[in-house]
């Protein structure tokens, strides 16, 4: 993780981007015959489909916590937990652009943004922030990337401007905490003292984990022993 951010704060956490349900194809499913979904090779889903169709009738809402899906596909729910490892048990991996959005990469919707922006206020108060955008979404444009402005504008900024993802980067003049939304991970890393972090960690809006400078946060970071509730297929990105 120090790759991203130094590893001179007391402590970090990482923050796992949001996933929901998409009902689309359930309500609406393609309209083939039996003979064109076997040559298209559309996969029956039976798995995912039945997770979704079993929450949706017990009223719940279509956010997903990464635990949930943990769960049910036989993933361990740890610090260095990566998309990659739910496709590792996922028989069928179409399924997840099918039924599943996000997490998303490098960005935190408008909803986490404030969430973010609520806990790191009481740790900055007045003082100036910074906030950086990624480079690779902007190569081609002249929008600048560097902003200095107070916390509170970090939200609505994106928008105003016509910016299509959240800040990679953002930190007060006094360097006391940094946040980090690195464009191709989907996670938001965030580091600070150790009264930060827990707030992080306490929020309900957030699933996050508490981690170090040494956690690997790549996709390639082996998956500890699970017991896999479907049959394993190569996780291809």
Known sequence: MSVLLPPNFEAYAKILHRVTANYQHIDNPYP??????AIL???????IRSFLETRRKKGEGPRIRWKE????????????ICHAWFFANMSETAC???????????NLDNEELSEIVSILRP???DQECFLRFAEIPLIHTDKPMLFAGPLDGVVEFGKENNY???????????RSWCLCSEFDFEFTFVAGTQELI???????????????????????VPMPNSSPKLSRSRYVR
């Open 164 to 174: 299509q993802f959240s800040p990679e980067y953002v930190w007060p003049s006094d």
């Open 32 to 37: 083939f015959t039996e003979k064109e979904i």
């Open 69 to 80: 899906l943990a769960d049910f596909l036989g993933v361990p729910f740890e610090p260095e």
């Open 41 to 47: 090779k559309i996969p029956a889903c039976t798995e």
């Open 96 to 106: 997840w652009s099918r039924f599943l959005y996000g997490p998303a990469e490098g």
């Open 198 to 220: 827990s707030a992080i960690l306490a929020s309900s809006e957030f699933e996050a984990f508490q981690i170090t400078p040494q956690t690997r946060i790549d996709y390639f």
């Open 123 to 125: 740790f900055t108060g």
